[in-house]
């Protein structure tokens, strides 16, 4: 029988994947409203709903339009509702790291210069796609394992 256990912070009660789900959603928050702030994101003035010619890049390096910045905005809410339950913490965690993965994939094979590069990607936004991907579904896995109790030992 295993003892692995699943940490918990002794102040809040709340498991570790419920902590990362809150960091990851607290980032793509922040992220998501920094896509909407002039000087953090470049040419703001060429902001467009979606598409590829958005040419808006937040800190002049990472693409983003409306839509975007919306995705990122409710990303970040799901996961800040992550720290109120382990389950949907795991599942933000390897639902959303499955989802940027496609994402990373999508970019991969789209052209950017394409109607299809509906969201808008760049380079640097697939790469950080993956990053997120591996990082998400490797957290959501690790962290997401059930405690055991000490009737299940």
């Known amino acids: 029988m295993s003892t692995h256990t699943v940490s918990s912070s002794a102040h809040t009660g709340r498991t570790s994947v419920q902590i990362v789900?809150?960091?990851?959603?607290?980032?793509?928050?922040?992220?998501?409203?920094?896509?909407?702030?002039?000087?953090?994101?470049?040419?703001?003035?060429?902001?467009?709903?979606a598409g590829h010619h958005s040419q808006a890049a937040l800190l002049g390096i990472f693409?983003?339009?409306?839509?975007?910045?919306i995705v990122h905005l409710l990303f970040g809410v799901v996961g800040l509702l992550g720290l109120k339950s382990?389950?949907?913490?795991?599942?933000?965690l390897i639902v959303g790291g499955i989802i940027y993965a496609v994402l990373?994939?999508?970019?991969?094979?789209?052209?950017?210069?394409?109607?299809?590069?509906?969201?808008?990607?760049?380079?640097?936004?697939?790469?950080?796609?993956?990053?997120?991907a591996a990082a998400m579904i490797t957290t959501g896995i690790v962290f997401g394992r059930k405690?055991?109790?000490?009737a299940q030992r």
């Open 104 to 132: 990373w994939i999508y970019g991969l094979i789209v052209p950017m210069e394409s109607m299809g590069n509906f969201v808008p990607l760049n380079t640097a936004d697939n790469w950080l796609h993956f990053v997120l």
């Open 21 to 49: 789900s809150g960091i990851f959603g607290a980032v793509f928050l922040l992220v998501g409203i920094l896509g909407f702030v002039p000087g953090i994101t470049k040419d703001l003035d060429t902001m467009m709903f």
């Open 63 to 69: 693409q983003v339009s409306v839509l975007h910045n």
């Open 147 to 150: 405690a055991h109790t000490a």
């Open 86 to 92: 382990r389950r949907l913490a795991k599942t933000y």
